[in-house]
């Protein structure tokens, strides 16, 4: 388990240095308008940095003695994969149907499949997710969210 912690939070810290790096190849101070396109990026990469650096720490401060536990304990690798696979899947058909389509059908997946919702709450809330994240992001933020092949094709 301490072995996986310590992969995890380095790996964590490696990506935050990565975003780091990217974020100052923009303006992450305060321009007229507001925030510059590097501002969040780069404090929530630094924020994810640091917190890296609190687990490394953790956990190689922790006592060895503690007794070994396994990272996926034994018998949660069916639960693991039931969430693990839907969200691999909905990240590979976001390049066919795109964003909105993708999470429509993964949250249905997910809600039914997982939670055993009732249909009309399943219906619901795969129709309105898509639809209220398109008012916000691309309406009120003007930030296109990916496109697929489907969706180009949608009249809308």
Same mark, same amino acid.
């Given at each position: ?21 990217? $974020? ?13 396109? !590097? ?7 630094? !924020?994810? @940095? ?7 720490i953790q956990? =190689?401060? $922790? ?10 304990? @034994?018998? @949660? ?10 969200? $691999? !899947? ?24 997982? !939670? ?11 129709f309105?997710?898509? =639809?209220?994240?398109?008012f ?20 809308f």
């Amino acid at each position: 388990m301490k072995r996986a912690e310590i992969i995890c939070a380095l790996a964590v810290l490696a990506w935050a240095g990565l975003m780091l790096r990217e $974020a100052t190849r923009l303006n992450i101070g305060w321009e007229s308008s507001g925030p510059g396109a !590097g501002f969040f990026p780069f404090w929530l990469s630094a !924020g994810l @940095a640091i917190f890296a650096v609190v687990v490394l720490i953790q956990t =190689l401060r $922790a006592a060895s003695s503690a007794p070994k536990k396994r990272f996926i304990p @034994a018998g @949660a690798l069916p639960s693991l994969l039931k969430v693990v696979l839907p969200i $691999a !899947g909905m990240i590979l058909a976001m390049e066919i149907a795109g964003f909105y389509l993708a999470a429509a059908l993964y949250l249905a997946f997910v809600m039914r499949w997982i !939670g055993r919702h009732p249909w009309p709450l399943v219906i619901g809330v795969s129709f309105l997710f898509p =639809l209220a994240t398109y008012f916000v992001i691309e309406r009120w933020f003007l930030v296109l969210l990916p496109k697929g092949y489907l969706e180009i094709r949608l009249p809308f």
